[in-house]
């Protein structure tokens, strides 16, 4: 056989290959999904991300027709629990539960091995105010008393959060500012061990969602949202206490970019289901959240849109690393 044949009958054979390829490829998407999926949650067990993921599971699970595995993945303020979605091979087969911090504030601080752009967003799940809690022995019982004790000198309050730039360390780094304080922040893999350090005595308090002092008895000093929330109607607003500011911790599906559509409609349908399923509400009205459903394109451009903000915030308060 001459080189030129031997080249022709090569390309005949890569072409018929990818021929019968196609449709193996268009039958394993429509047959989405044949086996269990990962659910990747960013954070370590007990946190507000993991509460919620555990939450959606079950309904999630039914509505895909498929066990949905949870995988916790904690540490660097979500960042690496997101690397690992981001990198996954964009099957279906591996997804995550992210919230807000790894997505729009992290990438401000250190350099990732992940954008926006390396996800694909399906659908957001929740969206939870964040509340003041404070330590079981705490030597204050509220928001003036914190910050009188933080005022008696340099790092005498010792605060917690999930790690720098999380949405919780920029709420209370915000809340300290405004009101003068220097404080000792101590950083955390996560809400779970961040709670089990408050009730020892290492911190003395930290912000969080509203699910945490529902699984961890801890006191709430006040809330960062537009009014009183109906949990914790005794709890006042940050505007109460004098210092007008809002902010929540926002989560919801993700996925490695490059997902298939199909695929990824299989998934929002499900999602769509699970989060206005009456078993989710159940068990997210036990964590004092409310379930909250935006589509992919417009989760994706909430996101976006708080990227930019938190962007300034961070520059404001001198941590970003532009």
Same mark, same amino acid.
């Given at each position: 056989m001459?080189?030129?044949?031997?080249?022709?009958?090569?390309?005949?054979?890569?072409?018929?290959?990818?021929?019968?390829?196609?449709?193996?490829?268009?039958?394993?998407?429509?047959?989405?999904?044949?086996?269990?999926?990962q !659910?990747? %949650?960013?954070?370590p067990?007990?946190?507000?991300?993991?509460?919620?993921a555990?939450?959606?599971?079950?309904?999630?699970?039914?509505?895909?027709g498929?066990?949905?595995?949870?995988? &916790?993945?904690?540490?660097?303020?979500?960042?690496?629990?997101?690397?690992?979605?981001?990198?996954?091979?964009p099957?279906?087969?591996?997804?995550?539960?992210?919230?807000?911090?790894?997505l729009?504030a992290?990438?401000?601080?250190?350099?990732l091995s992940?954008?926006?752009?390396?996800?694909?967003y399906?659908? !957001?799940?929740?969206?939870?105010?964040?509340? !003041?809690?404070?330590?079981?022995?705490a030597?204050?019982?509220?928001?003036?008393?914190?910050?009188?004790?933080?005022r008696?000198?340099?790092?005498?309050?010792?605060?917690?959060?999930?790690g720098?730039?999380?949405?919780?360390?920029?709420?209370?780094?915000?809340?300290?500012?405004?009101?003068?304080?220097?404080?000792?922040?101590?950083?955390?893999?996560?809400a779970?061990?961040m709670a089990?350090?408050?009730?020892g +005595?290492?911190?003395?308090? @930290?912000?969080?969602?509203?699910?945490?002092? %529902?699984?961890?008895?801890?006191?709430?000093?006040?809330?960062?949202?537009?009014?009183?929330?109906?949990?914790?109607p005794?709890?006042?607003?940050?505007?109460?206490?004098?210092?007008?500011?809002?902010?929540?911790?926002?989560?919801?599906?993700?996925?490695?970019?490059?997902?298939?559509?199909?695929?990824?409609?299989?998934?929002?349908?499900?999602?769509?289901?699970?989060?206005?399923?009456?078993? @989710?509400?159940?068990?997210a009205?036990?964590?004092n959240?409310?379930?909250?459903?935006?589509?992919?394109?417009?989760?994706?451009?909430?996101?976006?849109?708080?990227?930019?903000? &938190?962007?300034? %915030?961070?520059?404001? !308060? +001198?941590?970003?690393?532009?």
């Open positions: 001459s080189v030129t044949a031997w080249a022709l009958a090569r390309r005949w054979c890569a072409g018929a290959l990818m021929a019968l390829a196609v449709p193996v490829m268009a039958e394993a998407q429509e047959s989405y999904p044949s086996r269990p999926v !659910l990747i %949650v960013p954070y067990p007990g946190g507000n991300t993991d509460l919620m555990r939450a959606l599971q079950p309904a999630l699970s039914r509505a895909l498929q066990s949905v595995v949870i995988v &916790n993945r904690g540490g660097a303020s979500g960042s690496i629990g997101d690397a690992e979605i981001a990198r996954a091979r099957d279906g087969y591996t997804i995550g539960l992210s919230p807000n911090t790894p729009t992290q990438p401000h601080l250190v350099p992940y954008s926006l752009d390396s996800f694909r399906l659908c !957001l799940v929740y969206d939870n105010p964040q509340v !003041l809690i404070l330590a079981k022995d030597p204050f019982r509220d928001i003036a008393g914190m910050v009188a004790y933080g008696r000198g340099k790092e005498a309050l010792v605060y917690g959060s999930p720098q730039g999380s949405t919780q360390h920029i709420l209370i780094a915000r809340l300290l500012r405004a009101a003068g304080v220097e404080a000792l922040h101590v950083p955390f893999t996560g779970g061990p089990q350090a408050a009730m +005595g290492q911190i003395m308090g @930290f912000v969080e969602s509203p699910s945490i002092p %529902v699984s961890s008895g801890l006191p709430v000093a006040g809330v960062f949202s537009a009014g009183r929330i109906a949990a914790l005794e709890a006042p607003t940050m505007t109460e206490a004098g210092y007008p500011i809002v902010g929540s911790s926002a989560g919801g599906l993700v996925a490695p970019a490059g997902l298939p559509d199909s695929i990824a409609e299989a998934i929002q349908r499900a999602c769509k289901e699970a989060v206005g399923s009456e078993s @989710f509400a159940t068990a009205g036990r964590l959240s409310v379930p909250s459903y935006l589509e992919g394109a417009e989760f994706r451009t909430r996101f976006a849109a708080e990227s930019e903000s &938190n962007r300034q %915030v961070l520059r404001d !308060l +001198g941590i970003a690393r532009e």
